[in-house]
């Protein structure tokens, strides 16, 4: 079975400082991770994803992620914070050598950025 | 990207009633999941919509309580059925990008916010 971790339930920066919100996952094969964003009373939107490749993976808005696989963690990041920013963050992972493209969220991690 | 709208995006119903939603995509996709979101929770899926086939419902769900529909490749509806309290979450509908079981990223219609009383 896969599932994903996510430590914090809130994040707090401040505008304008690096921000950091943690994933770690279990799967029983290779991991294909994406990070979410929810804003209120929105649906979720798609802002990266890691299949191959590079462990840095760069998406929308200006964040990225590192994928560590000796800490099956994803961490995503941002080095300037935005009040904008604020929303709530859900990682997610898929299992490579599933069967179908069923996705594993994990509780999710508000972050608020204040000025 | 693909367009999804969800309707109704909100309603609040009585205790013991149903409600249907409506997930309508602008494209043909293969596979079409519902999910739901408890107030202050995770998404759990419920159940993978074929088109032509049975629903594939999730380790605790099932169909008397939440039947699907999928008529046709862009088209697809989830029931909630005999409503109670617990029920009330946030519904959402999703495609993967591209088709078949590519490893892609899901795009997400914007949710039904669903409260029973």
């Given amino acids: 079975a896969q599932s994903v971790a996510q430590p914090e339930d809130q994040v707090n920066v401040a505008e304008g400082n690096p921000l950091t919100v943690k994933c770690t996952y279990s799967v029983s094969g290779n991991p294909y991770l994406f990070w979410y964003v929810q804003y209120p009373n929105r649906g979720l939107q798609f802002l990266l994803k890691y299949i191959t490749g590079d462990n840095l993976v760069k998406g929308s808005y200006g964040f990225e992620a590192e994928f560590n696989k000796s800490q099956t963690s994803f961490h995503l990041k941002k080095p300037s914070a935005l009040v904008s920013d604020s929303a709530l963050y859900f990682c997610a992972v898929r299992d490579a050598t599933g069967t179908a493209s069923k996705l594993t969220f994990g509780t999710g991690t508000r972050l608020q950025v204040t000025l | ?117």
């Fill in chain 2, 1 to 117: 990207s693909a367009v999804i709208s969800q309707k109704p995006s909100r309603d609040i119903c009585q205790r013991g009633t149903s409600l249907t939603i409506q997930c309508q995509v602008d494209s043909q996709v293969t596979m079409m999941f519902w999910y739901r979101q408890q107030p202050g929770q995770s998404l759990t899926l419920i159940a993978t919509a074929n088109q032509g086939s049975e629903a594939t419902y999730e380790s605790g769900f099932v169909i008397d309580k939440f039947p699907i529909s999928r008529p046709n490749l862009t088209f697809s509806t989830l029931t909630v059925s005999n409503m109670s309290p617990e029920d009330s979450s946030i519904y959402l509908c999703s495609v993967p990008k591209g088709l078949g079981i590519t490893p892609t990223e899901a795009f997400f219609g914007q949710g039904t916010r669903l409260t029973v009383v």
